[in-house]
């Protein structure tokens, strides 16, 4: 019996000799994975930063960059970010899965997006045609939407032209919009709430709550 159990006891050891060999492994290829991917934010910051500034963006210090984001500012309109915000267009940087670069823009005179410090975005379309207002360490979920305008008229017979229907977007302080969510024109959403996934919010959400769902409605108080 003790020859036995001397054998399991040896076991048990190979087991978890294999099982830290394993971690190793996972720990090596984890650890290559971030640095790929501090390589590459290192290389695309520097040029982001040096194309976003040349197109007007005012940009604060520390920003960084995961792959090559997108920005097109419309004559006379101003994008300005406040410091050590993080924009991740890199399909690998974000492992819940990005589906598009990262994009910024301007679509008439006059419009203004602006962006406090410590946000985060991953693969975030911004579409401004008015007034877009982001708070500080807002953090804004894979592939969302956010926009102050239609886009296309509803018109069928003027759906080409440009939308008049223009209405400012707030998103105050420490917001969490989570991933595939739409904010749509007209929208304020009080500091600290969350935005559960996939939401599409059309009305205003209050401070310090949860809310979800299509339309976006408030499920709890935070």
């Avoid at 060999?21 to 040029?47: E, M, P, Q, W």
């Avoid at 050590?84 to 301007?106: E, M, Y």
Wanted: charged residues 20%; positive net charge.
């Amino acid at each position: 019996m003790l020859h036995f159990e001397r054998i399991m006891a040896l076991s048990q050891v190979d087991l978890n000799n294999d099982a830290e060999n394993s971690d190793f492994l996972g720990r090596v290829f984890f650890k290559l994975h971030y640095l790929k991917i501090d390589f590459f934010s290192a290389l695309s910051s520097v040029i982001n930063n040096t194309v976003w500034k040349l197109k007007g963006v005012k940009l604060g210090s520390g920003i960084k960059y995961y792959g090559f984001s997108k920005v097109c500012r419309h004559p006379k309109s101003t994008i300005s970010i406040g410091g050590n915000c993080g924009f991740r267009s890199d399909k690998f940087s974000n492992l819940i899965g990005v589906n598009r670069r990262c994009i910024l823009s301007t679509h008439s005179s006059g419009a203004s997006i602006r962006i406090g410090s410590g946000c985060g975005f991953s693969g975030v379309s911004i579409g401004c045609a008015e007034s877009i207002t982001i708070g500080n360490n807002v953090l804004v979920g894979a592939n969302v939407v956010i926009t102050d305008f239609d886009w296309h008229n509803v018109d069928p017979l003027r759906r080409r032209d440009p939308c008049t229907s223009l209405k400012p977007v707030i998103i105050e302080d420490n917001v969490f919009i989570g991933l595939n969510s739409i904010v749509w024109k007209g929208v304020t959403i009080g500091k600290n709430s969350v935005i559960g996934a996939n939401s599409v919010v059309t009305k205003s959400i209050p401070e310090n709550c949860i809310a979800a769902g299509n339309p976006a409605r408030v499920i709890k108080s935070i």
